[in-house]
C-alpha cells in the first residue's frame, strides 16, 4: 500500500485556530474525532533499518496495536510518499514473520539478521482527524498532531498536520492547503516522525539545525529521461528556497537573503534550461513569481553587501577613516529595516502561495500540457542529449555577447554578467554527467571571468545606493567623504579587475567545452 500525505509543521497560534477554519471551509464531513496514538520505532543497536530506509513501528490506537514497516520513503516539498504495510499486533508484541507482504518481510528479515530489535524512540501523539473532500471527488484524512518525541529521558513537542490522500488526485492535497491555510507563514514538514525520533535519540533535537542552505549538487544519471532530471533540479531550488524563506524570517544572517536569492535564480534558470520539454502556462507564471521574490529579495542582499562586504572592507584597511565605520552603522540599520519589510512579506499569502504552487508544480507533474500532443516525446528526450544542447545554446550566447569585449559599454556588460551566470548555473546542474577533469578546468575559467563582472556589479550598486538622495550622511561632510571614498575604491577595484577581463575571456574560450 502506498501512502501519499502533505506534511506540515503546524505552530501554536495557528493550532488554535486550525478547526475553525476548517469548519468554515465547507470540506470537512463531520466534527473531528480526537484519540491518543502512542508509537513505538524499532530498530537493531545498529540501526540496520534506519540504514535501509526502513522505519519498524508499533502503535496502540484505542485497545489495539498494530505493526506497521515503511519503505521507500520520499519527502520532498512537504509531500510524503512512502510504502506502508500493517498488521495485528495482538498484546504489542513484535511479529516479523506476520508482515504480509513477502517482499518486504523478506527485506526487513534480511537487515535485521538476527539481530535484537529493541525500541529507539516513541511518540505520544493527541490526533484529531476528519475527512476532507472536493468537487473534484478527492477524498483526503486531515490529521492535526499535537504531542512529543520521546527518546530515553529526551522529550520534544511536536505540532503538525497531515493532509492523506484517500482518493483522487494528488494535486488535490495542494488545494486543501491553499484553503485551510490562507495567511502565510505556513512550514513544509521535512522529517518523518521516525526521523525526528532518531535525531532525538542522538542528537537531543527533533529538527536540523536552521541555517541558510547552500545549493547542493544534484546527483544525475545519463541515462536518465529529461522529465526526471528536471524534477529532481527542482526539488533541489524548491528545498533551498522554503529553508531560507524560514531562515530569512528568523534569523538575522546575511547569508539567509544571498543562498535565497540564489535559489530563485538557479529556478529560473532551471525553467529556462528545460524550456523545450517543460513548457507550460504553469511554468510561465512561476518563473514571473520567482523574479518578483527574487527582487524583493536583492533589496536586503545588496544592502547587507554593501554594509557587511564592501563598506567594513574599506573601514578595516583605513581605520583613521571613521566616517567609513559610521557609515557601515548607518547602511546596517537602513539593512535592518529592510529586513523587517521583507520578513512580513515572507509570512503573507503570496510567498505561501508559491511556494505550494511550486511544490505542486514539482510533485504532480504541473508541467504537463493535454493539447501538447508532443510533449511525452520530449519529457522522454535523454538528459545527456537535453544537456549538449542546453550548454552549447547558452554558450553561443556568452560569445555573442563578449564580441568586442574591451569596447563594451555598461550596459553591454550588464547584459554578458547576466549570460555568464546563466551558463555557470546550467554548468553546475549537469556537471554531474561528465568526467570531473574536463568540467572543472572549464568551471574555474567561468568563476574567474565572473568576478571580475561580480566586482562590476558592486560598483554600479554602491553608486546607485550611496548616490540617491536617500542615502545615509546626507548633509554631513563626514559621511559625504567616507561615500565618496567607498564610491571611489570600489569602481577602482572593479576598473583594475576589468583590465584583465579580455585575458580571462580568451583562457575560457580556449578551454575546450567538456559537453562536447
Not at 506540515?8 to 497560534?13: G, T, V, W, Y
Not at 505556513?186 to 542528537?203: H, I, P, T, V, W
Request: charged residues 30%; positive net charge; glycine residues 8%.
Amino acid at each position: 500500500m502506498s501512502e501519499i500525505e502533505l506534511k506540515f509543521i503546524l505552530d501554536e497560534p495557528t493550532s488554535s485556530e486550525f478547526w475553525a477554519r476548517v469548519k468554515a471551509s465547507k470540506l470537512a464531513n463531520g466534527r473531528p474525532r480526537t484519540k491518543t496514538l502512542r508509537s513505538i520505532y524499532l530498530d537493531t543497536p545498529e540501526h540496520a533499518l534506519k540504514k535501509a530506509g526502513i522505519a519498524l513501528r508499533l502503535r496502540r490506537d484505542g485497545r489495539r496495536w498494530i505493526q506497521t514497516v515503511k519503505t521507500g520513503a520520499e519527502l520532498h516539498g512537504g509531500l510524503s510518499q512512502v510504502g506502508e504495510v500493517e498488521n495485528f499486533a495482538p498484546g504489542g508484541r513484535l511479529c516479523l514473520e506476520a508482515i504480509p507482504d513477502a517482499s518486504v518481510r523478506d527485506e526487513v528479515l534480511q537487515c535485521v539478521n538476527g539481530a535484537p530489535l529493541q525500541p529507539v524512540c516513541e511518540t505520544m501523539i493527541k490526533r484529531s482527524t476528519t475527512e476532507l473532500a472536493l468537487e473534484d471527488g478527492t477524498r483526503a484524512e486531515l490529521a492535526a498532531d499535537v504531542g512529543e518525541v520521546r527518546a530515553g529521558k529526551r522529550s520534544a513537542e511536536l505540532r503538525e498536520v497531515e493532509i492523506e490522500l484517500i482518493e483522487g488526485n494528488p494535486g488535490g492535497l495542494f488545494d486543501i492547503a491553499h484553503v485551510l491555510f490562507p495567511d502565510g507563514g505556513l512550514r513544509f514538514s521535512r522529517l518523518s516522525k521516525a526521523a525526528r525520533g532518531y535525531l532525538l535519540a542522538d542528537e537531543g533535537r527533533i529538527d536540523t539545525p536552521l541555517a541558510p542552505r547552500n545549493a547542493q549538487v544534484v546527483v544525475l544519471d545519463p541515462t536518465q529521461i529529461a522529465e526526471h532530471a528536471a524534477r529532481d533540479m527542482l526539488r533541489e531550488c524548491l528545498d533551498q528556497i522554503a529553508t531560507n524563506v524560514v531562515v530569512v524570517r528568523k534569523l538575522d544572517d546575511p547569508e539567509g537573503p544571498h543562498q535565497l536569492r540564489i535559489g530563485l535564480r538557479r529556478l529560473r534558470s532551471v525553467f529556462s534550461v528545460y524550456a523545450p520539454v517543460l513548457k507550460s502556462p504553469e511554468m510561465a507564471r512561476l518563473k514571473d513569481e520567482a523574479r518578483w521574490l527574487g527582487q524583493e529579495v536583492g533589496s536586503l542582499r545588496d544592502l547587507d553587501v554593501v554594509a557587511n562586504d564592501i563598506v567594513q572592507r574599506e573601514a578595516k584597511i583605513h581605520q583613521d577613516e571613521t566616517g567609513l565605520t559610521a557609515l557601515s552603522y548607518a547602511l546596517s540599520r537602513q539593512a535592518k529595516e529592510v529586513r523587517e519589510r521583507l520578513r512580513e512579506l515572507l509570512a503573507q499569502t503570496r510567498v505561501q502561495a508559491f511556494l505550494i504552487d511550486l511544490a505542486r508544480f514539482v510533485e504532480t507533474r504541473g508541467w504537463l500540457v493535454p493539447q501538447d500532443f508532443g510533449q511525452t516525446a520530449r519529457l522522454a528526450t535523454p538528459v545527456a542529449e537535453l544537456a549538449g544542447q542546453a550548454l552549447s545554446k547558452l554558450w553561443k550566447r556568452v560569445g555573442k555577447r563578449a564580441g568586442g569585449l574591451e569596447t563594451l559599454d555598461t550596459e553591454q556588460r550588464h547584459e554578458l554578467r547576466k549570460e555568464l551566470k546563466k551558463l555557470r548555473y546550467a554548468v553546475e546542474f549537469f556537471a554531474p554527467l561528465y568526467p570531473s577533469k574536463r568540467v572543472d578546468p572549464f568551471l574555474k575559467r567561468l568563476k574567474k571571468l565572473q568576478t571580475v563582472f561580480g566586482d562590476l556589479n558592486d560598483a554600479a550598486t554602491v553608486r546607485a545606493m550611496l548616490s540617491g538622495t536617500d542615502a545615509p550622511g546626507t548633509g554631513d561632510p563626514v559621511a559625504q567623504r567616507a561615500i565618496g571614498w567607498v564610491i571611489g575604491a570600489s569602481q577602482a577595484r572593479a576598473e583594475f579587475g576589468w583590465t584583465g577581463a579580455k585575458t580571462l575571456w580568451r583562457n575560457l574560450e580556449e578551454t575546450r567545452p567538456f559537453w562536447k
